[in-house]
């Protein structure tokens, strides 16, 4: 039987663009094919580039989610499938309600659903038997025709719809009761949970595309169900208790290896998709000039770009001259983009990238966007810290890293200035920097 929870597809942290259009477009084609419902998000900010993207395809950024963590709004039962209880109603109208849908309680709240209140099944029957604590014996007509307000109870705990499912699964234990009143920021009703709904599998189901470590997915990655991956990257991927579909290419990009999805399974994609599929493409790629675009990259674009309503050549410029600007961004912004870390022989390092038309920007910033460097490592405990500031024009790269001396001390490259370094010929993280730093740290 299929599982009717959402499917959640999303990149990795301090998402560049091919990290984002491989999520929205992987989850259309999830719907299209009948193994949603499915959702593209996005685990940061979008950067200028993706910007650009979205909008010439007019396409709405993907949602933000920045932790997978199952939390009580995902398990609860909604305000609108409640009986909630007024302060005015009556004894009888919550007698007749509960023993209609066999309640052990009911909220009861204010006209604006604050400072909510229950009246339960045991105060009921207490009443009925003459037992409530200061009533006097009298008829039972009477008697329930009283408000409920006059009797209703503040619940001995009450959650909040964004506390942690697993907190909230331990901090029950400690009370006897069957349900408890779940509140929004602002102390209002806006559900229920009861014992049993944490028996239910509250995990997200989550598909990663664009990378495959958990040192870069979203927070909580390690409580959801991971149940495919999509990448294009080296191997460093989660364990599972089942086995999953994991697709790993050596391809250009993840956008790649979608648009090929698509194909296989006979569905042509629209305009907006196909436009995503081939901007992620680019993206990764540095417009078909990288060391890591392939064949089928090549095919893949020149099959997009009619269907997107663009050329792919002269789009991919527009797109790097509309993310290459720093103007707007702070030193630490700019040393967070498209930023992954990685651990290798016991080393910790981070590396972003950013995509430029020229150095001159950076140059006039150097020091503040080192000091930035500095600081987000000692602010992460990592080894080492490194930006790949790229020139597409010129096919090179500067390379800005602070760390370890045991590291930068075996840098082959020029020292254009100190902490960086000049590499001609370099574009690629993934197929040149990433193992160049590796044999270096596995050779110390």
């Known amino acids: 039987m299929p599982d009717s ?41 979008i950067n200028a580039q993706t910007r650009f993207v979205l909008s010439a395809f007019g396409v709405s950024p993907p949602p933000l989610l920045t932790d997978v963590h199952p939390r009580l709004r995902d398990i609860m039962i909604p305000r609108e499938s409640l009986f909630v209880l007024r302060r005015e109603d009556s004894l009888a109208t919550a007698c007749d309600i509960m023993l209609e849908n066999r309640f052990s309680f009911l909220p009861v709240a204010n006209g604006d659903d604050a400072s909510p209140r229950r009246i339960t099944a045991l105060q009921l029957l207490a009443l009925a038997s003459g037992r409530a604590e200061g009533e006097e014996a009298g008829p039972l007509d009477a008697l329930f025709e009283r408000p409920v307000g006059d009797y209703a109870e503040k619940p001995a705990a009450i959650f909040g719809d964004t506390d942690l499912v697993r907190d909230v699964a331990h901090e029950v234990n400690k009370y006897n009761d069957g349900g408890f009143i779940v509140t929004d920021g602002d102390d209002r009703i806006v559900g229920v949970v009861t014992r049993m ?95 890591t675009t392939t064949p089928l990259d090549v095919e893949t674009a020149a099959r997009l770009a009619p269907i997107a309503g663009v050329d792919a050549d002269r789009f991919g410029h527009q ?23 990685y651990t290798e022989s016991g080393l910790t390092f981070s590396v972003s990238q950013i995509e430029m038309i020229g150095f001159r920007s950076f140059w006039s910033r150097r020091d503040g966007i080192v000091d930035a460097l500095g600081r987000y490592a000692a602010g992460r405990s990592l080894d080492v810290a490194a930006l790949m500031v790229t020139d597409i024009t010129t096919e090179t790269t500067l390379l800005a890293i602070v760390g370890s001396d045991r590291v930068i001390d075996h840098i082959g490259y020029p020292e254009k200035a100190p902490g960086v370094f000049e590499l001609h010929g370099v574009l690629s993280r993934k197929k040149q920097l990433l193992p160049y730093l590796i044999e270096i740290i596995r050779a110390l």
Do not use: W
């Open 5 to 45: 929870r959402k499917l959640i597809v999303i990149g990795h942290r301090n998402p560049d663009t091919d990290s984002i259009c491989s999520a929205v477009a992987y989850a259309g084609l999830k719907n299209a094919i009948g193994e949603g419902p499915a959702e593209g998000h996005r685990a940061g900010n």
């Open 319 to 341: 797109m790097f001259e509309a993310g290459s600007g720093i103007e707007d961004v702070t030193d630490d912004q700019v040393i967070t983009r498209d930023q992954k870390t």
């Open 197 to 291: 709904s944490f028996l239910s599998d509250t995990r997200f189901r989550v598909v990663m595309v664009d990378h495959n470590e958990l040192a870069q997915a979203v927070a909580g990655i390690e409580h959801a169900e991971i149940v495919e991956v999509i990448d294009h990257h080296r191997l460093a991927g989660p364990q599972t208790t089942q086995p999953i579909t994991f697709i790993n290419r050596v391809v250009g990009s993840t956008c790649t290896i979608v648009a090929d999805l698509f194909r296989q399974r006979g569905v042509t994609p629209d305009a907006s998709t196909a436009g995503l599929m081939l901007a992620g493409l680019l993206s990764d790629t540095v417009i078909l000039k990288s060391p």
